[in-house]
């Protein structure tokens, strides 16, 4: 399984990005995929979860509103669309699917995920 983030960068706050993930894996549909980040000095700490089918979706609070999961099963391929950015959104993103059986609301949590991408810096300057 690999799991390849992209589309971090350097943006002003108010700007929005889109990132990508995209996974070698062969029946993605199947399974939850989750963004986390990690600022510096930080924990990794839960962005967003959709389920196989990307009809539901499950935010942290410091991101409802602005951010968009949204999930392609056909390219399998997870997204982060990230609306109006803050100076605390910069960390490094995060892509990672969850393990058989996990449920979206149960999505928030690290141990419900068994592969990591490597990670996309995004940083975003005031």
């Known amino acids: 399984v690999q799991l390849q983030a992209s589309g971090g960068g350097l943006v002003q706050a108010g700007d929005s990005l889109r990132l990508s993930c995209a996974a070698s894996?062969?029946?993605?549909?199947?399974?939850?995929m989750g963004w986390f980040r990690q600022a510096l000095g930080k924990e990794r700490e839960f962005v967003a979860a959709v389920t196989w089918n990307g009809v539901s979706t499950n935010y942290a609070d410091s991101v409802k509103g602005r951010f968009t999961i949204s999930r392609d099963n056909a390219k399998s391929t997870v997204y982060l669309q990230m609306n109006s950015l803050k100076p605390d959104d910069t960390a490094v993103y995060y892509c990672?699917?969850?393990?058989?059986?996990?449920?979206?609301?149960?999505?928030?949590?690290?141990?419900?995920?068994?592969?990591w991408g490597q990670g996309t810096q995004v940083t975003v300057s005031s």
């Open positions: 894996i062969q029946t993605f549909s199947a399974y939850v």
């Open positions: 990672a699917k969850a393990r058989w059986g996990t449920a979206v609301h149960d999505g928030r949590f690290a141990h419900s995920y068994d592969y």
